[in-house]
């Protein structure tokens, strides 16, 4: 038990900061166009369309500004975690430091499963805007090639059937993403400043252009009746906002980043707090034209700002705005296998996990071997499932690193309030005992459970309708997880 509750001292934690090999050469610009990369992607180019069309209807601009809530009050608590503790791992370090060794590796194993899947399903999305924008130049790819080897039968959840095919399309582009990643951080974070600059533009292009083919009447009901469940009606509005929660898992992240930033106490919670409020307007705003052009009952399919392009009538146009999909799901996947290869060092340096995802190249100075078995393990999950039950699984996790977060800063607050603390969160909070409670974190907390709650019930609601298949993945991921801290990192962990 002492060990499992074991933590990191915070002077130690920042003297592995200094110590950890890599190259500081991110400034705050950097960081903002790295949280907008990873942000700036998934949650309009690809759930967007299936969050209106099953759950919320045009009301997803209000899930979008439900689900931006919840992390933007855990982005206060990121912010200041990370100008207290500027060190690569996240909630993961964050959580050593503050509740001890088993919460850390919970947390940092729920964030590999998070980053690994959001990886899947983006990869899905960029295959099918490729293939959208293949066939408007006239190049046919075949199907088996662009679906997935099981898909769902049903719109809320049903029985894996074999398709025939494999995405291999999806498989592609996560291999070219972590050939880019092995080579190093200064040559990823051109190449996304690059990405996150072409899509942006388009973004602008898209809102300004399909402002004019928008038809009122698509928007009304604006939050049409409950269907049963959570198809639509308010119970919609909070149940889509659980699947877009996830698209927002950038800023956290910003914080892993924080040994390959120049300055961290300053520039990490400009990358943060920047990052989150620049994507939350372009979502809502993008959101607003997608359901105004098409009815939202039509978007429930892996790239729906290809079908809004199709429907403005205007063929170049709609060419340009794939082009810029697939970028921005482009710049989304290098920075979501950025991060996952920073969690996994931190944990690989700590000894919870093999030497193999914290051993350096020793030209690129990058951790190569973590980068490659991620980028494999997430293509082979494109290559297999579809994207309907990609979605639910990252929500719950991102809910509960979001969370712990929140907790590990009211610890810190109230076990060393004599750290430095370069940025705080506002509005103060109050004491129970020697316990500070801040109203920003309890609120976070609140916010992220109510994302978590919908998706849990829907996932044992299908379970019980004999359905369990994302059960099951997530059973076993969590159950394999357990069986190596036991047998490895409980045995092995590097501890003062």
Same mark, same amino acid.
């Given at each position: ?247 927002? &898992?950038?800023?956290?992240? /910003?914080?892993? %980043? #924080?040994?390959? *930033?120049?300055? +961290?106490?300053?520039? =990490?919670?400009?990358? $943060? ?97 973590? &980068?490659?078995?991620?980028? /494999?393990?997430? %293509? #082979?999950?494109? *290559?297999?499932? +579809?994207?309907?039950? =990609?979605?639910?699984? $990252? ?102």
């Amino acid at each position: 038990m002492k060990h499992l509750l074991a933590r990191k001292s915070i002077e130690s934690l920042q003297l592995e900061a200094d110590r950890s090999g890599m190259q500081r050469s991110l400034g705050a610009t950097h960081l903002l166009l790295l949280g907008i990369g990873c942000i700036l992607g998934a949650g309009i180019y690809v759930m967007t369309g299936n969050a209106a069309a099953h759950f919320a209807g045009p009301a997803v601009m209000l899930s979008f500004i439900l689900a931006g809530a919840a992390c933007a009050l855990t982005a206060l608590c990121y912010a200041e975690l990370a100008s207290t503790m500027p060190v690569s791992g996240s909630a993961y370090t964050y959580c050593y430091a503050a509740v001890g060794e088993v919460f850390a590796w919970v947390v940092g194993w729920v964030l590999l499963f998070d980053y690994g899947i959001a990886a899947s399903l983006l990869a899905v999305g960029f295959s099918g805007y490729l293939v959208s924008l293949l066939h408007d130049l006239g190049v046919h790819i075949p199907v088996t090639l662009a679906q997935p080897m099981f898909n769902v039968t049903g719109v809320h959840g049903g029985a894996l059937v074999a398709t025939g095919g494999a995405n291999l399309i999806a498989v592609a582009i996560i291999l070219l993403i972590t050939a880019v990643l092995v080579r190093g951080v200064t040559q990823s974070a051109f190449f996304n400043n690059l990405l996150v600059a072409v899509k942006i533009l388009v973004l602008v292009s898209f809102v300004v252009v399909g402002a004019g083919a928008i038809d009122p009447g698509n928007w009304t009901p604006f939050i049409p009746p409950n269907e049963g469940g959570f198809a639509f009606g308010w119970q919609g509005v909070v149940r889509a906002a659980s699947i877009l929660f996830f698209a927002y &898992i950038g800023f956290e992240t /910003v914080s892993t %980043a #924080a040994c390959e *930033a120049r300055n +961290p106490q300053r520039d =990490l919670p400009i990358g $943060i707090l920047g990052s989150l409020l620049v994507c939350t307007l372009l979502y809502i705003i993008v959101a607003a034209v997608l359901t105004g052009i098409v009815p939202f009952r039509a978007l429930g399919v892996p790239d729906p700002i290809a079908i809004a392009a199709d429907r403005m009538g205007r063929p170049s146009f709609a060419v340009l705005i794939k082009i810029g999909a697939l970028t921005g799901l482009t710049s989304v996947l290098l920075v979501n296998a950025y991060g996952q290869s920073r969690v996994a060092f931190a944990m690989g340096r700590d000894r919870l996990l093999p030497p193999l995802f914290s051993d350096l190249h020793a030209r690129f100075r990058t951790p190569h071997g973590g &980068i490659i078995l991620f980028g /494999v393990l997430s %293509a #082979a999950i494109a *290559a297999l499932f +579809p994207l309907s039950l =990609l979605g639910d699984l $990252i929500s719950i996790g991102a809910g509960l690193a979001f969370s712990t977060v929140c907790v590990c800063l009211m610890w810190l607050r109230s076990a060393r309030p004599d750290l430095p603390r370069p940025f705080r969160v506002p509005f103060g909070g109050f004491h129970i005992g020697r316990v500070w409670i801040g109203y920003v974190p309890l609120a976070a907390i609140i916010l992220c459970w109510s994302m978590i709650v919908p998706v849990v019930i829907d996932i044992v609601s299908q379970a019980a309708n004999g359905h369990v298949t994302p059960a099951v993945i997530v059973g076993v991921y969590f159950g394999a997880g357990a069986l190596l801290y036991t047998f490895y990192g409980h045995r092995r962990a590097t501890r003062a």
